[in-house]
T-cell receptor, first 113, second 117 residues
Framework: DAGVTQSPTHLIKTRGQQVTLRCSPK?????VSWYQQALGQGPQFIFQYYEEEERQRGNFPDRFSGHQYPNYSSELNVNALLLGDSALYLC????????????FGEGSWLTVV | GENVEQHPSTLSVQEGDSAVIKCTYS??????FPWYKQELGKRPQLIIDIRSNVGEKKDQRIAVTLNKTAKHFSLHITETQPEDSAVYFC????????????????FGQGTILTVHP
């Protein structure tokens, strides 16, 4: 039973560029959330996708956008990258109903130079 | 929105001692409280969780207590071992504006636990 998988694991981008991160949820999970974890801080909620729509959003600018596909996999897109976007981006999946347990992927380390 | 405060920010103990980390939350509607352990360069891993209808839960050397009235919950690790050294995060999951629990977690700031051999 595969857990939450994310790609790429590490990447370096230049200020102003755009990046796309990908996530495949744990088998049986239909809800995907994205979190940003800056160095030395706790994860911060970016947004959540369910049934291919953004259902809930945290305090992040419109430069952060996402998508969910019919197979429940998801993408996080960040435009016009800033140095402050350097962080670990975590994907979390959970079933929409039933148990509350939320599982995290290994994350994508983004460095903006 | 929900706000979670976590203390202490750093905790140093000797192997075999107990460690306690405390968190408070602001939203009385929050109903799920997980604890995550994060080792350097790794993802947060769920170590224990508690739901709002339970006051205490134990799993071997780890226990969590919840006081809904005071809106605080605590992680207790007994007989600590060097491999317990990591950053620990508490989190709370509340309800959306529509009253449905959608799974958004609000995290505390983290506690760096160091267990000295």
């Amino acid at each position: 039973d595969a857990g939450v998988t994310q790609s790429p694991t590490h990447l370096i981008k230049t200020r102003g560029q755009q990046v796309t991160l990908r996530c495949s949820p744990k088998s049986g999970h239909d809800t995907v959330s994205w979190y940003q974890q800056a160095l030395g801080q706790g994860p911060q909620f970016i947004f959540q996708y369910y049934e291919e729509e953004e259902r809930q959003r945290g305090n992040f600018p419109d430069r952060f956008s996402g998508h969910q596909y019919p197979n429940y996999s998801s993408e996080l897109n960040v435009n016009a990258l800033l140095l402050g976007d350097s962080a670990l981006y975590l994907c979390a999946s959970s079933p929409d109903r039933g148990r509350n347990t939320i599982y995290f992927g290994e994350g994508s380390w983004l460095t903006v130079v | 929105g929900e706000n979670v405060e976590q203390h202490p920010s750093t905790l140093s103990v000797q192997e075999g001692d107990s460690a306690v980390i405390k968190c408070t939350y602001s939203d009385s509607a929050s109903n799920y409280f997980p604890w995550y352990k994060q080792e350097l360069g790794k993802r947060p891993q769920l170590i224990i969780d508690i739901r709002s209808n339970v006051g205490e839960k134990k799993d071997q050397r780890i226990a969590v207590t919840l006081n809904k009235t005071a809106k605080h919950f605590s992680l207790h690790i007994t007989e600590t071992q060097p491999e317990d050294s990591a950053v620990y995060f508490c989190a709370a999951k509340g309800l959306s504006a529509g009253g449905t629990s959608y799974g958004k977690l609000t995290f505390g700031q983290g506690t760096i636990l160091t267990v000295h051999p």
